[in-house]
Nanobody, 126 residues
Framework: QVQLVESGGGLVQAGGSLRVSCAAS????????MGWFRQAPGKEREFVAS????????SYADSVKGRFTISREDAKRMVYLQMNSLKPEDTAVYYC???????????????????WGQGTQVTVSS
């Protein structure tokens, strides 16, 4: 079955940077759109970013545009989220997500997701 394992979360000061990573197995990785979501305490899970199966299209939530960058490395079956200029409101559990079926260009919401990782905590202190 599909397994998505996140790593790289932690505690960082506001204005700092962090990169979270996701290792995928159990799927033809290069055929799937990949994405990141986040969920803060008491809030719904929200879309952060996605990257198309062939890497030529990325999408971002307005709240992270210009600060976060999603990328993928198909040879290693990895997807990354580089987070710069972090703010306390970025504090959340970050989840890796794989699309529901192959060759989809983007993920717009949870209904587009076929598999989830277990999440990694990112805490930004003020």
């Amino acid at each position: 079955q599909v397994q998505l394992v996140e790593s790289g979360g932690g505690l960082v000061q506001a204005g700092g940077s962090l990169r979270v990573s996701c290792a995928a197995s159990g799927l033809i990785f290069s055929a799937y759109v990949m994405g990141w979501f986040r969920q803060a305490p008491g809030k719904e899970r929200e879309f952060v970013a996605s990257i198309s199966w062939n890497g030529d299209r990325t999408s971002y939530a307005d709240s992270v545009k210009g600060r976060f960058t999603i990328s993928r490395e198909d040879a290693k079956r990895m997807v990354y989220l580089q987070m710069n200029s972090l703010k306390p409101e970025d504090t959340a559990v970050y989840y890796c997500a794989a699309g529901r079926r192959p060759h989809i260009a983007t993920i717009r919401g949870p209904s587009d997701v076929g598999s989830w990782g277990q999440g990694t905590q990112v805490t930004v202190s003020s």
